[in-house]
Each structure stands twice: as structure tokens, then as C-alpha cells.
């Protein structure tokens, strides 16, 4: 099992910064991809980025130039640094992780990962 914990969310005003943070613990090694979905209310769960182990890099075109996510492997830990958000990038994101299996349903599809975090509430105020 893997378990995912997400930070760093809170209230931004549109055009500040924020980064979120995911770290991962427990079976590290069965982690091939690291990815943020976001759902905003009355929406279905969107992908938002991913990374490869090798460091390959996948975006949503409505987060590409605004959004980026990196990986430090020696940590554990996955981050999204969210620049010049919008109200429209208001929504809970939730860090997920992929197997080498999982990931051949596809990178950007929910069923691509296996393991969830919580989730964390961005805010992003007008």
C-alpha cells in the first residue's frame, strides 16, 4: 500500500502563488507515476499534471504556462506550483499515484492511478 498526503492548499488571491505538496510513504517503489487532480463542486475530477519517474511531464492544456509539477524522489514528495491562479482554479486537488500497470489505462485518466490522498482545498479569491 501506498498512502499520500497532501499540504499547501488555503485562500489565494487570484495572480499570487501557492505550491502543494504530496508526500508518499509505504511501498515506494510500486510509485512509477505521481499525478494532481482537481475537482471543483458540482464537477467531475479533472486531471490537472503528471510526472513519470523518468521525468517526463503531462499538463491539462487550462493549467499549461501556469501550472508545474516536479518531483523529488529523495523525499518522496511530488509539488504543484500554482502561478497565476484564477477562480476557476478554485477546487480540492488531490495527489494520486500510478503503478507501471495502471499507467497503460492512461496518464491522464483517473482509472491510470491507483493510490489517493485526501485532498486539499484551493481557494482562489477575485
Known amino acids: 500500500q501506498v498512502q499520500l498526503v497532501e499540504s499547501g492548499g488555503g485562500l489565494v488571491q487570484a495572480g499570487a502563488s501557492l505550491r502543494l505538496s504530496c508526500v508518499a510513504s509505504g511501498r515506494i517503489l510500486d510509485i512509477y507515476t505521481m499525478g494532481w487532480f482537481r475537482q471543483a463542486p458540482e464537477k467531475e475530477r479533472e486531471f490537472v499534471a503528471a510526472t513519470r519517474s523518468g521525468g517526463t511531464k503531462y499538463y491539462a492544456n487550462s493549467v499549461k504556462g501556469r501550472f508545474t509539477i516536479s518531483r523529488d524522489n529523495a523525499k518522496n514528495t511530488v509539488y504543484l506550483q500554482i502561478d497565476s491562479p484564477r477562480p476557476g482554479d478554485t477546487a480540492v486537488y488531490y495527489c494520486?499515484?500510478?503503478?507501471?500497470?495502471?499507467?497503460?489505462?492512461?496518464?491522464?485518466?483517473?482509472?491510470?492511478?491507483?493510490?489517493w490522498g485526501q485532498g486539499t482545498q484551493v481557494t482562489v479569491s477575485s
Open positions: 494520486a499515484a500510478g503503478s507501471t500497470s495502471s499507467q497503460r489505462l492512461g496518464i491522464q485518466e483517473r482509472v491510470g492511478y491507483i493510490y
